[in-house]
């Protein structure tokens, strides 16, 4: 290995891209220095972050490791903006800056911050809701760090516009003189400063300290590009010293000197080009940290030739437009795209499936590393998931928010349940989460829950609180299951300790002795322990346990210790701001990932190496990310101000993606598709495209990985299914049918069977509101009372005695604001036109039956008799016979469809009332049973109050001998055990979607109709 030998080396140096940069930087200083255990203890390392040094520490230990070396002295690493100004290493009262450093105010807790920041923007609009206000506090932490970090001042606000923006600019600054004039003060009261505002303190002191008194042992900054102004102006003063590095990231020394004079701020080089110009350094001064020669032995060597290609190729592609022009494509070399792949996945499933075996493949091979770097967290989270399959837990950096895991999803729970009065969904929620045992068996707990959904959750909702649950109970028929959930809500109410009950869902909270925040969090967190205990162990003990629970501790100790003074959250969005102030919070895996496999955001993989790079969610959008909108400012308004352009990150980003490009073997992954539309792919792939077209190369792409990755789904046993054809013995086949059935029996045989031979009927959805079947229900009742009492006559007082029996069957439904606003109206027109209804018709109609029940034998040639049963809403006698009516809310049957027998129900009803099958029916003198007509009712209360469809004369015969002779056709045709319940054997008649998917049409319907199926 060659290198500077010079002990006293100083200036900048830089380590090229894709180069293994900690063992090249471990390298370059034993080269400088020597490994003696002495020489490395005097050297100080100041490095990005906390991860580097880490890594930085390994690949000193790994180094030893190789040569044999059984003990050693690491040099001192620090990650730069985390210097104690105790530690400088000179006497405060030899330097007026070291005083200052160390007599600065301790920086500003963060979640004090926000609080703090959040009562500042509440008091300035007392409507805004306080998680808005949490919101709202932390665009203003981000605006106050932005101004601290870029060393600007907000002096400059007032004239930031013209005149004739003034009113509108009046009222942001208004606004933010929550930090440009009450915030000072706050901190003032606190005695603290702001994180940011101390970090470049520190290091403004730390560079005038070495300035002032250079150390004679060697100082060194590696990793950072000096894109923060304090922390390039520490690195002026490093390079400065007798024995100061810098050491940077992958510097493009190849780039054409119009190119780099024209770098803008999406290009990767901007923040090298700015460091330079401010250290005073040439571009061409800026040597090798360590040369290595190409393909000597290495864990992460690029094979010979390769390395300086794949750079020269990463200088083509990011080169700026200006000068796209000098593209110089025909010297690109081929063996630039050796180890580089690209993969354009069909869909993220794809994508993350296609990453997935790439990363495990890695491991087939002993010791090699693979490592994704993506900042889609999507693809990150899907990529994890998915390599679980074969139990490999990864490392990801940036690890999940807090919400996201198992005890923050339940502690938000918890504050839901609270705040909604125990709303069916949220209290469900709770209870169903692995953690809810209420001090019980889980398995319990289980069952109990179970009872507690299906008797008072299904349909609609108790009314707000346990007392509403507790009434709802009474209703359940089955005593036992009314004993199980009794028990389940008493110990839900023990648990709770009145928390359940302490927020109402209009707003208003009790406090119940709740005074500030920090007192609602304490009872959030005694309920939510007393939750989480089981019948062997305390809440506490499975609530704050693993890397989540350790998360969550944390965060909410954060938020106890800072909100003493904080009020109590008072207008039901107590969850939100829990949400708010802790749901962020990240949860990194501390034990237990691989070490070989790693997902990476690119600022944590700037200085992690790795044998196997995969960038991936390469799409616009994502990498790079649409520049963030300033809530605050234009971008005008921001270059005015002083402030970096949003398309600053642009360039950071694409620095980050040359550096991990370059690595040796590179895998590139897009999503051609994301929520059902086309994707764009990243500018990098597009300008790479290009380059490569014009050399005459284009990047391998990889179809193996994509084709293992549809396998990977295909080998678990999936295979497409056929429509269902279940064929249950004769002795479970129905003896009796309802008329309601039949049409189903005949247009979905296989929905009739899981209904009547499987038992299964549909669950109501969790918190409905009445719908379909309670309007129906509670109209048919009222219509048949008024028959029932005045027969077709009209009273005097007709309509308000059909009113008052409407609002006695309305009155169990009126707590729900649908019913009250919608369904009332309509029954007041439905009322009017069926009084008028009645004023036409002939008065020798009379009403002989009102909710009648019949039953029909039909004949069959094995079981006997099929019994068919029915309920008449309503049967009248004329001087041609009788009138069957059916009352009808909903839709009603075409007359073709009742005439052909594929709407039976009322034709049937007509059959029975012929055969003399209804209990309250004798034959009238001189008519005997004959129907007349069959009529629908339709009593909507729409823009057409109602309507009277009859089959009419000519047809009732017809009608009625369809629906005879179908009925014994159809008991025949199901008397044997032959005979399969088809799933909707008709095609086109669409009866039911309940049992769609227990029958899966989706998979079958295609190949059976050549249509797209249901779902």
């Not at 090699?368 to 900042?375: F, G, H, K, N, W």
């Not at 938020?559 to 990194?588: C, K, M, Q």
């Not at 296989?750 to 309007?775: D, S, V």
């Not at 209360?941 to 009419?952: A, K, L, S, T």
Request: hydrophobic content about 45%.
């Amino acid at each position: 290995m060659t290198a500077v030998t010079d002990p006293q080396c100083r200036g900048v140096f830089t380590i090229a891209s894709g180069r293994p940069f900690l063992d090249d930087l471990v390298a370059g200083i034993v080269a400088r220095w020597g490994d003696a255990p002495e020489a490395l203890a005097d050297i100080t390392l100041l490095l990005p972050n906390r991860r580097a040094c880490r890594a930085l520490r390994e690949a000193f230990l790994r180094r030893a490791g190789e040569k044999g070396q059984h003990s050693l002295l690491l040099p001192t690493m620090s990650p730069i903006g985390d210097i104690d100004p105790d530690a400088l290493g000179l006497a405060a009262e030899d330097l007026p800056a070291i005083a200052a450093a160390m007599d600065l105010p301790p920086a500003v807790d963060p979640m004090r911050r926000r609080l703090l920041l959040a009562r500042l923007v509440a008091r300035f609009d007392p409507t805004m809701s306080p998680d808005r206000s949490v919101w709202l506090a932390d665009e203003l932490a981000r605006l106050l760090d932005q101004v601290a970090t870029e060393q600007v001042s907000f002096d400059g606000l007032d004239v930031l516009v013209p005149e004739e923006l003034a009113g509108h600019w009046q009222s942001i600054l208004d606004f933010l003189k929550i930090v440009t004039q009450a915030w000072p003060s706050v901190l003032e009261d606190e005695g603290a400063v702001d994180a940011a505002t101390r970090r470049n303190a520190v290091l403004a002191a730390q560079a005038a300290a070495w300035r002032q008194s250079p150390p004679a042992t060697p100082v060194i900054i590696a990793g950072s590009t000096g894109s923060i102004p304090a922390t390039s102006a520490l690195m002026e003063a490093v390079a400065g010293l007798p024995a100061g590095c810098v050491v940077v990231p992958g510097l493009d020394a190849a780039l054409d000197d119009l190119s780099w004079e024209a770098v803008d701020e999406t290009h990767p080089q901007f923040g090298l080009h700015g460091l330079l110009s401010r250290i005073g350094v040439d571009r061409t001064a800026v040597g090798p940290w360590s040369d290595p020669p190409e393909g000597e032995p290495g864990r992460h060597d690029l094979r010979p030739g390769v390395a300086a290609a794949r750079r020269q190729l990463a200088s083509e592609v990011m080169r700026p437009a200006v000068t796209t022009e000098h593209w110089r494509v025909g010297a690109i070399p081929p063996t630039c795209l050796e180890g580089l792949i690209r993969i354009d996945a069909d869909s993220p499933r794809e994508e993350a499936d296609v990453v997935a075996l790439i990363m495990r493949e890695a491991l087939e091979e002993p010791e090699r590393t693979a490592a994704l770097v993506t900042p889609d967290r999507a693809l990150a989270r899907r990529v994890g998931a998915v390599l679980t399959r074969w139990g490999v837990s990864v490392d990801d950096s940036a690890g999940r928010p807090l919400r996201e895991a198992p005890v923050g999803a339940f502690l938000h729970l918890v504050a839901q349940a609270a705040e909604t009065g125990c709303a069916p969904v949220r209290l469900l929620s709770l209870l169903k989460h692995p953690l809810a045992a209420l001090g019980m068996d889980r398995a319990a707990v289980r069952r109990m829950v179970e009872a507690l959904e299906v008797g008072v959750l299904r349909g609609p909702s108790p009314e707000p609180g346990l007392a509403g649950l507790r009434r709802r109970v009474e209703r359940v028929g089955d005593p036992a299951a009314r004993e199980e959930i009794s028990v389940l809500i008493d110990r839900l109410a023990a648990c709770a300790e009145g928390f359940l009950d302490s927020l109402s869902v209009d707003g208003e909270m009790e406090t119940g002795g709740a005074r500030t925040l920090a007192d609602q969090v304490e009872r959030h967190l005694r309920c939510a322990e007393a939750l989480a205990a089981t019948a062997d162990a305390p809440g506490a003990a499975r609530l704050w346990r693993g890397d989540d629970g350790e998360a969550a501790a944390m965060a909410v100790r954060a938020i106890l210790d800072n909100s003493r003074d904080h009020p109590p959250v008072a207008d039901g969005r107590y969850a939100a701001v829990f949400d708010a102030l802790a749901g962020e919070t990240p949860v990194r895996p501390r034990h237990g990932t691989h070490p070989r496999l790693a997902i990476l955001g690119p600022l944590e993989a700037r200085l992690i190496q790795a044998d196997v790079v995969i960038l991936g969610g390469l799409n616009e959008g994502t990498w790079p990310g649409d520049p963030t909108v300033d809530p605050w400012m234009s971008r005008p308004m921001r270059r005015s101000f002083g402030l970096s352009a949003p398309e600053r990150r642009i360039g950071l980003s694409a620095h980050d993606f040359v550096q991990a490009f370059c690595a040796p073997d590179v895998v590139l992954t897009r999503s051609a598709r994301a929520d059902g539309a086309p994707t764009v792919p990243s500018r990098w792939l597009l300008r790479l495209d290009a380059v490569l077209k014009g050399a005459g190369l284009e990047t391998p792409q990889s179809l193996y990985h994509r084709m293992r990755a549809r396998l990977l789904h295909e080998s678990g046993g999936y295979r497409p299914v056929g429509d269902p054809r279940p064929r249950p013995a004769l002795a479970l086949r129905p003896g009796t049918v309802r008329v309601s059935e039949v049409g189903m029996w005949i247009n979905d045989p296989y929905a009739f069977y899981a209904r009547r031979i499987l038992a299964l009927e549909p669950l109501r959805a969790l918190a409905e509101n009445p719908g379909a079947p309670e309007r129906g229900t509670v109209i048919h009742e009222v219509l048949a009372t008024y028959v029932r009492h005045h027969g077709l006559t009209l009273p005097p007082d007709a309509e308000a005695r059909l009113l008052e029996y409407g609002r006695k069957a309305f009155e169990p439904l009126t707590v729900f604001p649908s019913v009250r606003a919608f369904w009332w109206p309509r029954f007041e027109r439905v009322a009017r036109w069926f009084l008028g209804y009645l004023a036409t018709m002939p008065r020798d109609r009379t009403s002989i039956a009102i909710e009648d029940k019949g039953r029909l034998s039909v004949p069959r040639p094995v079981s006997g008799p099929l019994m068919v049963t029915g309920r008449a809403d309503r049967i009248d006698r004329t001087a041609d016979g009788l009138v069957v009516v059916d009352y009808k809310t909903g839709t009603v049957p075409p007359k073709k469809q009742m005439v052909s027998g594929i709407a039976p129900q009322l034709p049937l009803e007509g059959v029975i009332a012929e055969a003399g099958g209804f209990d309250e029916l004798a034959p009238g003198p001189g008519t005997g049973l004959e129907v007349a007509d069959l009529e629908h009712w339709k009593v909507g209360g729409g823009r057409e109050p109602g309507r009277v469809d009859g089959i009419g004369r000519d047809q009732i015969a017809a009608a009625i001998e369809a629906a005879r002779t179908g009925i014994a056709r159809l008991a025949a045709d199901y008397d044997t055990d032959a005979t399969a319940y088809l799933s909707r054997p008709r095609g086109a008649v669409r009866h039911t979607d309940d049992y769609a998917y227990l029958a899966r049409i989706a998979e079958w319907a295609n190949d059976r109709t050549g249509t797209e199926g249901e779902s």
